[in-house]
Antibody, heavy 122, light 109 residues
């Protein structure tokens, strides 16, 4: 079974750093692009960026460029999303999602993680 | 960046009826690279349709995607109570990334 398992909910203070994870299993982790998607409370889906784990080729949405860093560690089949200084506006659920087709950098997302809830509060 | 506008915002129908959800793009979507997702409360989105008209694995044939260029539709026939959800369209034909519509809420009365 193809799965993406995400790290657990986080509660942080403004200004703190955070790194959340997304572990893939049941497929060739290195050859499928992995995207990160934000969903703020009661709002829609926002594409943040995408990474190709094999060579760490990464593209960011202009809205998130410079705000987050996406990375991957192929030795443990895990992708990451990290912040160096959280803001209250980062309160959201963050999903990782796998591209439908191998190698394709532009694609729909057929497998989603359950989401990681990030709460930033003083 | 391609902007996707979904309509209606909310759709309220009865079991057995047919729902038609619309997604309009601000410019033509390359190669009809458009997907539809269903999201229920507390759950991650689920892929229904990709490349405008292809059903994803395990999706019943009650769900049909159509359209091209700038106008796309998702039709759900023979509505069931479990179809109550938010539905999002997504385009992935405009590099460097993709964008989502704002969603349509489908209520089954």
């Amino acid at each position: 079974e193809v799965l993406l398992v995400q790290s657990g909910a986080e509660v942080k203070k403004p200004g703190e750093s955070l790194k959340i994870s997304c572990k893939g299993s049941g497929y060739s982790f290195t050859t499928y692009w992995i995207a990160w998607v934000r969903q703020m409370p009661g709002k829609g889906l926002e594409w943040m960026g995408v990474i190709y784990p094999r060579d760490s080729d990464t593209t960011y949405s202009p809205s998130f460029q410079g705000q987050v860093v996406i990375s991957a560690d192929t030795s443990i089949n895990t992708a990451y999303l990290q912040w160096s200084s959280l803001k209250s506006s980062d309160n959201a659920i963050y999903y990782c999602a796998r591209h439908l087709r191998e190698w394709l950098p532009h694609d729909g997302f057929d497998v989603w993680g359950p989401g990681t809830l990030v709460t930033v509060s003083a | 960046e391609i902007v996707l506008t979904q309509s209606p915002g909310t759709l309220s129908l009865s079991p057995g009826e047919r729902a038609t959800l619309s997604c309009r793009a601000s410019q033509s979507v390359r190669s009809d690279y458009l997907a539809w997702y269903q999201q229920k409360p507390g759950q991650a989105p689920r892929l229904l349709i990709y490349d405008a008209s292809n059903r994803a694995t395990g999706i019943p044939d009650r769900f049909t995607g159509s359209g091209s260029g700038t106008d796309f539709s998702l039709t759900i026939s023979r509505l069931e109570p479990e179809d109550s959800a938010l539905y999002y369209c997504q385009q992935y034909g405009d590099p460097p990334g993709c964008s989502f519509g704002q969603g349509t809420k489908l209520e089954i009365k």
